[in-house]
């Protein structure tokens, strides 16, 4: 038994990424595609791989310019070489997890120590955001791992002297803007800005090769853009630059989370449970830290990580629209900080990243397997194909009050057909895209009540809590339930020939 401990012990690096892998590739093959946004990103390359189109991400048959090209291509590698499933979409986000944290050891080990770099490893890997995000199948994890390659080249190079490794940074923010968009230029580049003013050195801004570190940016971030310019014209510009981009800034997509101490909330759940480990042991050394800080005993790298960390807090914070993941570039310096500071609890963090990583795999099969089951559209798809002989008409019965659309992309990335979303005709006009608003997410085909075929079986997939809604917008037809699961209901449909006099009444 002392033999294995003592193997253990040696090989513990190897055998704590080894976890790693294991904890991110877990029941990734029986996680579902979830709504709203998974589904977007997992339709999205699903078209474009039957179209034969590795340039220009479509979705309903339409061209659709959320997000950049480099996820997609994840996402298109996986689903040929995988197949096009759950495992081949969580892939590439599960091969960017373990990078990153291998990106946040090497970082720490540059910086400090090997003891160092192994505890903020073990913490950048065990939080719960870290967990979420290694399941998901969203940009950030790739976004992740180059936005922070950008920062951890630029101060290798300023700290070494070796300037080269300057070009490695415009290469990464190539890559950066390539997974997310202007973000990835604009956000590193303050943070290296203002941690040089900080430091007094601001003349170093000269020696950063600019010239042929552009020409290695532009050739990197800059050629897709300029292809899918070539290709589309203004409404690509105006699409991803003017909405994803510009009106994300100014006007918030989700008005409720647009508070103050948003982010405030999203760090402390997110870096749990180091959140509050850290807190704690701050509270219990307060006297010591301040004394240290009043002596100036704060080492360069150390103001490097709380100048990255708290800027990119800070950004997101100015921002109109808020997501729980917007964030995450500041998990890497608050890992290697917390880290450092929790050098002499070596036995702590062990012991409590193993608690979470037993937790963490208990989530897998106890909550986070059914819960993405329920925010998906995988049964109901499968019930269609059950119920549909193969001429029924297939429709979804959505709510446009309020803004909403209750549509799942997921339902139609199993079903393997476009299913139009069912609206008032009077209504066409209001959700369709155009101009400076958040309409130019629907894309999703739409169909007017009034243009239903009449004597004509019809599949309507409805949340059962708006099933009364649906019964009062087509009063004068046949319905029959045919299939209820986890709040959604089928209606099979009989239109007679009568047309609806105004469907609008009945909401």
């Given at each position: 038994?002392?033999?294995?401990?003592?193997?253990?012990?040696?090989?513990?690096?190897?055998?704590?990424?080894?976890?790693?892998?294991?904890?991110?590739?877990?029941?990734?093959g029986?996680?579902?595609?979830?709504?709203?946004?998974?589904?977007?990103?997992?339709?999205?390359?699903?078209?474009?791989l039957?179209?034969?189109?590795?340039?220009?991400?479509?979705?309903?048959?339409n061209?659709?310019?959320?997000?950049?090209?480099?996820?997609?291509?994840?996402?298109?590698a996986?689903?040929?070489?995988?197949?096009?499933?759950?495992?081949?979409?969580?892939?590439?986000?599960?091969?960017?997890?373990?990078?990153?944290v291998?990106?946040?050891?090497?970082?720490?080990?540059?910086?400090?120590?090997?003891?160092?770099a192994?505890?903020?490893a073990?913490?950048?890997?065990?939080?719960?955001?870290?967990f979420?995000?290694?399941?998901?199948?969203?940009?950030?994890?790739?976004?992740?791992?180059?936005?922070?390659?950008?920062l951890?080249?630029?101060?290798?190079?300023?700290?070494s002297?070796?300037?080269?490794?300057?070009?490695?940074?415009?290469?990464?923010?190539?890559l950066?803007?390539?997974?997310?968009?202007?973000?990835?230029?604009?956000?590193?580049?303050?943070?290296?800005?203002?941690?040089?003013c900080?430091?007094?050195?601001?003349?170093e801004?000269?020696?950063m090769?600019?010239?042929?570190?552009?020409?290695?940016?532009?050739?990197?971030?800059?050629?897709?853009?300029?292809?899918m310019?070539?290709?589309h014209?203004?409404a690509?510009?105006?699409?991803?630059?003017?909405?994803?981009?510009?009106?994300?800034?100014?006007v918030a997509?989700?008005?409720?989370?647009?508070?103050?101490?948003?982010?405030?909330?999203?760090?402390?759940?997110g870096?749990?449970?180091?959140s509050f480990?850290?807190?704690?042991?701050?509270?219990?050394?307060?006297?010591e830290?301040?004394?240290?800080?009043?002596?100036?005993?704060?080492s360069?790298?150390?103001?490097?990580?709380?100048?990255?960390?708290?800027?990119?807090?800070?950004?997101?914070?100015?921002?109109?629209?808020?997501?729980?993941?917007?964030?995450?570039?500041?998990?890497?310096?608050?890992?290697?900080?917390?880290?450092?500071?929790?050098?002499?609890k070596?036995?702590?963090?062990?012991?409590?990243?193993?608690?979470?990583?037993?937790?963490?795999?208990?989530?897998?099969?106890?909550?986070?397997?059914?819960?993405?089951?329920?925010?998906?559209?995988?049964t109901?798809?499968?019930?269609?194909?059950?119920?549909?002989?193969?001429?029924?008409?297939?429709?979804?019965?959505?709510?446009?009050?309020?803004?909403?659309?209750?549509?799942?992309?997921?339902?139609?990335f199993?079903?393997?057909?476009n299913?139009?979303?069912?609206?008032g005709?009077?209504?066409?006009?209001?959700?369709?895209?155009?101009?400076?608003?958040?309409?130019?997410?629907?894309?999703?085909?739409?169909?007017?009540?009034e243009d239903?075929?009449?004597?004509?079986?019809?599949?309507?997939?409805?949340?059962?809590?708006?099933?009364?809604f649906?019964?009062g917008?087509?009063?004068?037809?046949?319905?029959?339930?045919?299939?209820?699961?986890?709040?959604?209901?089928?209606v099979?449909?009989?239109?007679?020939?009568?047309?609806?006099?105004n469907?609008?009444?009945?909401?």
């Amino acid at each position: 038994m002392n033999k294995i401990l003592a193997m253990m012990k040696q090989h513990e690096r190897a055998l704590a990424l080894l976890a790693v892998i294991v904890l991110v590739l877990l029941g990734n093959g029986q996680l579902a595609i979830t709504d709203p946004v998974e589904s977007n990103y997992a339709l999205t390359a699903k078209e474009m791989l039957a179209a034969g189109d590795f340039t220009s991400p479509r979705i309903y048959g339409n061209y659709w310019y959320d997000k950049p090209i480099f996820f997609y291509w994840e996402l298109l590698a996986a689903f040929q070489i995988f197949g096009t499933g759950e495992f081949a979409a969580r892939f590439f986000p599960a091969v960017f997890s373990v990078l990153n944290v291998l990106e946040t050891y090497y970082f720490a080990r540059k910086l400090y120590d090997r003891a160092t770099a192994f505890l903020s490893a073990i913490i950048f890997g065990t939080t719960i955001a870290f967990f979420y995000l290694s399941k998901a199948v969203i940009t950030d994890m790739t976004f992740v791992f180059f936005f922070n390659a950008v920062l951890i080249a630029f101060y290798l190079a300023y700290r070494s002297g070796r300037r080269w490794l300057y070009l490695a940074a415009f290469f990464f923010s190539g890559l950066t803007v390539l997974t997310k968009g202007p973000i990835g230029f604009l956000l590193p580049g303050f943070i290296l800005l203002v941690f040089l003013c900080v430091r007094r050195r601001a003349g170093e801004l000269l020696h950063m090769k600019w010239l042929p570190g552009m020409a290695i940016f532009l050739a990197v971030g800059g050629s897709w853009y300029y292809v899918m310019y070539r290709l589309h014209g203004m409404a690509f510009i105006d699409t991803f630059f003017g909405v994803h981009n510009f009106l994300r800034a100014r006007v918030a997509e989700h008005a409720r989370d647009d508070v103050f101490y948003y982010y405030t909330l999203i760090f402390l759940v997110g870096f749990a449970p180091w959140s509050f480990v850290v807190l704690y042991q701050v509270k219990k050394r307060w006297a010591e830290l301040r004394e240290r800080v009043k002596q100036r005993r704060v080492s360069d790298a150390a103001i490097f990580l709380f100048v990255w960390a708290l800027l990119v807090n800070l950004f997101f914070q100015c921002m109109a629209t808020k997501y729980v993941t917007y964030t995450q570039p500041a998990f890497l310096p608050m890992a290697i900080l917390a880290g450092r500071f929790l050098l002499p609890k070596m036995r702590l963090v062990k012991r409590t990243a193993a608690c979470m990583y037993v937790l963490y795999a208990v989530l897998i099969f106890v909550a986070a397997i059914p819960l993405c089951e329920q925010q998906s559209g995988r049964t109901t798809a499968a019930a269609l194909r059950n119920l549909n002989p193969g001429d029924y008409l297939v429709v979804n019965y959505g709510d446009y009050n309020n803004d909403r659309i209750h549509y799942k992309a997921s339902t139609v990335f199993y079903y393997g057909e476009n299913i139009p979303e069912l609206i008032g005709r009077e209504e066409m006009e209001d959700v369709r895209p155009g101009g400076m608003s958040w309409n130019a997410k629907n894309v999703m085909p739409f169909l007017a009540y009034e243009d239903l075929p009449p004597e004509t079986p019809i599949l309507i997939i409805c949340e059962t809590e708006r099933l009364p809604f649906l019964r009062g917008r087509l009063a004068d037809s046949a319905l029959e339930n045919v299939y209820e699961s986890q709040g959604t209901t089928i209606v099979k449909a009989i239109v007679p020939r009568r047309r609806i006099a105004n469907p609008g009444d009945a909401e």
